[in-house]
């Protein structure tokens, strides 16, 4: 027998909350279908892709009373991409659902990801298996990977696995671009009248799987209450040394939703949003001058410490990184053919040929930036294209380049503080957190839900549950067809089909509410203490959702 720590037994015992929707029975749930869809943008592209899975309507689900016992079937789950907390329920909810539709239905989960599927790895998840997993953090109950399914090969292989199983349905637990491999892959099987359907379920840290039916993305609150807590304890450190100034890196991905919550949840004295960046077009010099300033006037009022936060993808957001970044990734496409790049005797050679290989403006922006900076925009991208901003130290990029501006400062004799740095990066500390019990609930009903759309036959779905901020019996629960969601981008050097990422809106609630409160947060230390995730207590505590949700759902 393992030996558990006094919480891990004490959420295994935990029982997630249902919609009321879906806790009266699976088999007696009804649907309703809405209008027609089409996808966010370039709808003739997506529509001519998914011939056969494109202008679905949207559905949701209500109960009856009449109760119908459907044949059994077996079904299989995949988790994919960046772990985020709750995942683990997502198979709770997707196994009792199932077996309560039929208790000879099974669950087949495969192994490492999307690669599972292709090489036939598996294992059949039992309900022992399952119990020591509930109301658990991370993915490792059958672990996840980043493997991009687009060729013929692969889904030939994964129906071949399906039908070795007899599988003919698929949960992909993922966030943006696994969806794009769950829209596919539906597209792939209808076509090929294979039988399989495929269901996703929104899952990312980040938060940038949104839309108005997904509120938001499982793991985020979880994750954020995690960095909140962190980002806390720092501040009261910062406060009570008064001699640091912390710069502290946040994960996400692209998007700012992350740091813009914890912001919200902490009040940091500077909260940098790579979206208002972008919008602004602020150049890397502009955003230190802004932190400069921070840095001086809070000197200038006795106080050499303070927090900023960086969301994990600003680089990608400064316009002048930005081009360079995207015209980067075409040079990276094409560089295993240049021999003079392959033969390199030295990094810094590298570093050469890539800025004349770049156009002359970007070639200059890559040259201007340190050496670290540089290395680190070379390392590969990830299976689908993306830059791996997690490896990429923004923060200490950051912090030289303001110790230059207050070096020069004090050699003029404009600044005469100290500034001591610290540099922190919170990103895997929150991604295999007991999920909150907001998350807890949540995940188990968009895995019970996952099934329900399965047991009505449809494919090319996305699991939706809504109606967050209320309590979970008013939940309502449905789905989404996937192409709805979905936009044209440019990815190793080609357009693809991918899911579009819900970046932070400056015209939001959330960032007026950032931005309302921050030159009073530079000055004043306003910093809050949430403290430790509570999952158990009374529910001001224990239950409560971001301010992100709040704020977006008012
Ligand atoms: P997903 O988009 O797959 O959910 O991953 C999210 C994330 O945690 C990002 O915030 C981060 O940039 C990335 O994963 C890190 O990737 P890896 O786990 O491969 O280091």
Request: charge should be negative; proline fraction near 4%.
């Amino acid at each position: 027998m393992k030996e558990l720590s006094p919480l891990q037994k004490e959420r295994l015992k935990y029982n997630p909350k249902l919609p009321k929707c879906l806790s009266t029975g699976i088999n007696k749930l009804i649907i309703t279908k809405g209008e027609k869809t089409q996808s966010v943008a370039d709808q003739k592209e997506i529509s001519e892709l998914f011939k056969n899975s494109y202008g679905l309507p949207t559905v949701e689900f209500s109960t009856s009373d009449k109760e119908e016992l459907k044949s059994a079937r077996n079904i299989g789950v995949i988790l994919s991409g960046g772990q985020a907390p709750g995942g683990h329920n997502v198979i709770a909810g997707l196994f009792d659902a199932l077996k309560q539709a039929n208790p000879d239905n099974k669950l087949y989960g495969f192994l490492g990801g999307p690669s599972g599927i292709i090489d036939g790895k598996y294992i059949e998840l039992t309900e022992e298996i399952i119990n020591d997993y509930r109301n658990t953090g991370g993915f490792d109950i059958i672990g996840s990977g980043r493997t991009k399914l687009e060729t013929e090969e692969q889904f030939k292989k994964a129906w071949n696995v399906c039908q070795n199983l007899n599988i003919t349905g698929i949960v992909i637990i993922g966030g943006d671009d696994s969806n794009t491999n769950a829209a596919l892959l539906a597209e792939w099987f209808l076509e090929k009248n294979a039988g399989i359907q495929v269901i996703g379920c929104p899952k990312t840290i980040d938060g940038d799987l949104k839309n108005e039916q997904i509120e938001i993305s499982f793991g985020f609150d979880t994750a954020t209450k995690t960095y909140a807590e962190l980002v806390g304890n720092i501040q009261r450190d910062a406060n009570s040394a008064k001699k640091y100034w912390h710069f502290i890196k946040l994960m996400g991905r692209s998007a700012s939703h992350v740091a813009l919550e914890v912001a919200l949840q902490t009040h940091p004295n500077v909260t940098l949003i790579s979206e208002e960046v972008e919008s602004k077009e602020m150049s890397l010099a502009d955003v230190v001058t802004n932190i400069t300033k921070a840095v001086v006037a809070r000197s200038e009022a006795g106080k050499n410490f303070g927090i900023v936060l960086v969301p994990e993808g600003l680089i990608e957001f400064i316009p002048e990184i930005k081009s360079m970044i995207a015209n980067l990734n075409d040079v990276l496409a094409l560089i295993e053919d240049d021999t003079d790049y392959v033969n390199a005797k030295s990094e810094t050679e590298k570093y050469e040929i890539i800025q004349k290989r770049l156009e002359p403006q970007n070639g200059a922006v890559y040259s201007s930036l340190p050496n670290m900076i540089k290395s680190q925009l070379l390392m590969d991208r990830d299976p689908h294209g993306n830059v791996q901003v997690s490896r990429i130290d923004t923060e200490k990029l950051l912090i030289a380049m303001v110790k230059e501006r207050l070096d020069k400062m004090k050699e003029d004799g404009r600044y005469s503080g100290k500034f001591s740095d610290l540099a922190h990066f919170f990103g895997y500390e929150g991604r295999c957190a007991f999920p909150s019990n907001f998350d807890a609930d949540y995940c188990y009903s968009l895995g019970f839900n996952a099934f329900a759309l399965i047991n009505f036959g449809l494919t090319g779905y996305i699991s939706s549950v809504r109606n967050l901020t209320a309590p979970a019996k008013e939940w309502k629960a449905g789905g989404i067809p996937l192409t709805m969601m979905m936009n044209m981008e440019k990815r190793h050097g080609e357009f693809k089909p991918v899911i579009k990422k819900a970046l932070v809106e400056i015209d939001g609630p959330v960032f007026k509410y950032l931005q309302d409160h921050r030159e009073q947060w530079i000055m004043e230390d306003c910093y809050l203490f949430p403290g430790a995730i509570q999952y158990f207590g009374p529910t001001e505590v224990a239950d409560i959702t971001t301010q992100t949700l709040k704020l977006e759902q008012k």
